[in-house]
């Protein structure tokens, strides 16, 4: 911490080069065991059509290149650009300490209370980045993966970026460590690669042994105006945006969408 009371490229280049090889490794490796080696075949995976080639829809009109570039050049700069401002802060007592009594309780709160509060964050920034000139002008680069591999979880626009991993200042409120801060946005970054890879799980011998994507966000990357948040925190359930996949549950999800545009027709 002391190395971080002053910016400097070196501790700030060692945070971004250790990011990114991170991301290398989790949503790398994932890509090249489920899609280049093709070990899984399509065994417990959500939706057979291949990754998009050769459409102009995506940056260098290849979705997996598009989703490195937004990934890497986007997504691990702002990653790495949060974490160096939060080790500033704390090294220079701007982000409150965690108290020294029962430190180690404070830790294991932390560590299980931060995915609840990334359920609610996520939510609430979903929600908002649905709004249509934000979608427009932001979000859409996100769900040109109507089918998603493990680099699409965080191939998003710089501002989506901005606004997706800013959870983490939370802790200008909330007392951190740096191992806090770490937790934090590597939970937040590693996850969205894990989640996206478009199958349920990773299996071996027949067996699911790691559970990684879910079904209900497929669905959201299926027809965008459904499953906005997790499972964790029931949202969708709350506020008329669930889908389940079932036949009735899609129904639904077109009656509540015709509504909406006779909604918008009329203020139109």
């Not at 090294?91 to 609840?116: D, M, R, T």
């Not at 105006?225 to 639904?252: M, Q, R, V």
């Amino acid at each position: 911490m002391e190395r971080c009371r002053q910016f400097a490229w070196d501790w700030v280049a060692e945070i971004f080069v250790r990011n990114l090889v991170l991301m290398f490794i989790v949503a790398g490796g994932l890509h090249l065991y489920l899609y280049t080696f093709n070990k899984q075949a399509n065994e417990r995976q959500y939706d057979a059509r291949p990754l998009g080639k050769n459409k102009r829809v995506f940056t260098f009109n290849n979705q997996v290149f598009d989703n490195m570039f937004w990934t890497c050049v986007s997504g691990v700069t702002i990653w790495s650009g949060y974490e160096a401002l939060m080790m500033w802060s704390m090294a220079n007592g701007y982000v409150p300490a965690l108290p020294e009594a029962n430190h180690f309780g404070w830790v294991a709160l932390l560590i299980f209370l931060i995915p609840i509060w990334e359920t609610f964050y996520f939510y609430l920034v979903h929600r908002l980045l649905h709004w249509p000139p934000l979608y427009k002008l932001v979000h859409s680069l996100h769900h040109r993966n109507t089918n998603i591999g493990p680099w699409s979880g965080l191939s998003m626009h710089p501002v989506e970026h901005l606004l997706y991993l800013g959870s983490v200042m939370i802790h200008f409120i909330i007392p951190a460590n740096p191992l806090i801060i770490i937790y934090h946005l590597q939970y937040f970054t590693l996850s969205a690669a894990t989640t996206h890879t478009g199958y349920e799980g990773l299996v071996f011998s027949k067996r699911n042994y790691l559970p990684l994507g879910t079904f209900h966000h497929q669905m959201h990357h299926r027809y965008f105006e459904c499953n906005y948040g997790g499972l964790e925190i029931p949202w969708d359930h709350w506020f008329g945006s669930f889908h389940d996949g079932t036949e009735a549950s899609h129904k639904d999800f077109l009656n509540r969408r015709m509504q909406q545009q006779a909604k918008n027709q009329k203020r139109n």
